[in-house]
């Protein structure tokens, strides 16, 4: 996926004293070797969209591929029906290469540095969804981007998508792809402006989310 090119907006880069690296989750990571739990007891329930507001803010974002499992696709991210969510901590490690920045990725399968899982309601995760349609996908605020929380989505047994927050960096990774970026320059910009403003809102949710709903420090614990 494109990275985004900060200087274009004037904005510092939030560092943390590392290198930047690639995280196309194709390009060298680790393959996991964890498998997804079992479903819950819960009748499924295919989940469209958060509401008729964000599905027309999305309505021109482009296809994630075929859905696995036979589930449905739908026109919204993460384009695939999806009926049960669960948080994970990832990634109590150091900064290193060959680290998975993804819990989950179809091309990546599952982080082999998973810590704890934590069933979610499907009211929660369409929450995770609402938040990422605000800000149109993942931000990329510093150059090194760890995420070490997540939400992952399933259809069944199938991972569909993960979101995976940063809170060293800020950083949020979206897997699929929420949209197609603009190769012009000016059109970039505008869309990060847009993306910019959205994340100062949903960022704190997000902080919120894991240390007070879910439970989880945001800082890794040591291990």
Not at 142 to 156: D, E, N, Q, T
Not at 192 to 220: I, S, T
Request: charged share 20%.
């Amino acid at each position: 996926m494109m990275r985004w090119i900060l200087p274009l907006v004037g904005l510092l880069v939030v560092g943390c004293g590392k290198d930047a690296r690639s995280r196309d989750p194709a390009a060298g990571g680790e393959r996991g070797v964890a498998t997804a739990p079992a479903p819950a007891d819960a009748a499924p329930v295919a989940v469209v969209a958060a509401d008729a507001a964000v599905a027309a803010v999305v309505a021109d974002a482009a296809p994630a591929g075929p859905p696995p499992d036979a589930a449905p696709a739908i026109a919204t991210w993460p384009f695939t029906a999806w009926d049960r969510a669960e948080a994970i901590t990832f990634n109590h490690v150091e900064y290193g290469p060959r680290i998975p920045l993804y819990v989950y990725t179809a091309e990546q399968g599952w982080s082999p540095k998973l810590v704890e899982r934590y069933p979610l309601t499907v009211e929660q995760g369409q929450r995770a969804v609402g938040w990422t349609i605000e800000t149109r996908g993942e931000m990329e605020v510093s150059k090194c981007p760890f995420p070490r929380h997540a939400v992952v989505l399933y259809a069944g047994q199938t991972p569909v998508a993960s979101i995976n927050v940063c809170f060293s960096c800020g950083d949020i990774l979206v897997w699929p792809p929420y949209e197609a970026l603009p190769e012009d320059g000016k059109k970039l910009e505008k869309l990060y402006a847009r993306k910019m403003k959205a994340y100062d809102v949903v960022f704190p949710r997000w902080e919120a989310f894991f240390r007070d709903e879910v439970g989880v420090p945001l800082e890794p614990v040591a291990r």
